[in-house]
């Protein structure tokens, strides 16, 4: 159980595109779902919380203009980057948590590159 | 202050050795703790959650010591297959998100 699948798991786009990832949790009902960016030999960093059928709260340097989430739903969460630039290139990764615990479960990851 | 800091290694051990990690963490407000593994280019998976009486879950142990603000973790008789980065996890509420804080990770690497 407690499976979570994200898509696209890799996308290349070009400068000043933007990029949709989905996030779902597949058996069971997310009611926060967290999307962290990982880059190289750095560790985790968590970008933003996302409630069910609520704006998502984003953490401090986080552009909630450029960084778009939408949590329509209690088993799917979108984060869209907007006008995308090389510096965004890295590994976003989302977890969900049925609410129960503190326990989150992730996503397999995207890796973004931006030419 | 990093929020969570680690030995980011390399440990290069040789397999049926024990390895210990430990994590630092800043704060004292904290409520959960737990390690993570993460290999090369793949999600971070829950090894185990953190308890403050320590808990083990057959090689592996991990204690928690809150006034010290440190946690460890103890692999005993290592296998190739452990090697991998060891994320130290902290759970650290902030205006109601439950957000986790990770650390940067230690590599440990098993030798044959």
């Known amino acids: 159980g407690a499976v979570v699948s994200q898509h696209p798991s890799r996308v290349i786009c070009k400068s000043g595109t933007s990029v949709k990832i989905e996030c779902r949790s597949l058996d069971f009902q997310a009611t926060t779902m967290f999307w962290y960016r990982q880059f190289p030999k750095q560790s985790l960093m968590l970008m933003a919380t996302?409630?069910?059928?609520?704006?998502?709260?984003?953490e401090q340097g986080v552009e909630k203009d450029k960084f778009l989430i939408n949590h329509a739903s209690l088993t799917l969460s979108t984060l869209t980057v907007t006008s995308a630039h090389p510096e965004d290139s890295s590994f976003y990764i989302c977890?969900?948590?049925?609410?129960?615990?503190?326990?989150?479960?992730f996503g397999p990851g995207t890796r973004l590159t931006v030419t | 202050r990093k929020e969570v800091e680690q030995d980011p290694g390399p440990f290069n051990v040789p397999e049926g050795a024990t390895v210990a990690f430990n994590c630092t963490y800043s704060?004292?407000?904290?409520?959960?703790f737990f390690w993570y593994r993460q290999d090369c280019r793949k999600e971070p998976k829950l090894l185990m959650s953190v308890y403050s009486s320590g808990n083990e879950d057959g090689r592996f142990t991990a204690q928690l010591n809150r006034a010290s603000q440190y946690i460890s973790l103890l692999i005993r008789d290592s296998k190739l297959s452990d090697s991998a980065t060891y994320l130290c996890v902290v759970n650290s509420r902030r205006g109601g998100a439950d957000g986790l804080t990770f650390g940067k990770g230690t590599h440990l690497i098993i030798q044959p």
């Open positions: 977890s969900a948590s049925s609410g129960f615990s503190y326990e989150q479960y």
């Open positions: 704060n004292s407000a904290s409520q959960s």
């Open positions: 996302s409630n069910e059928g609520s704006k998502a709260t984003y």
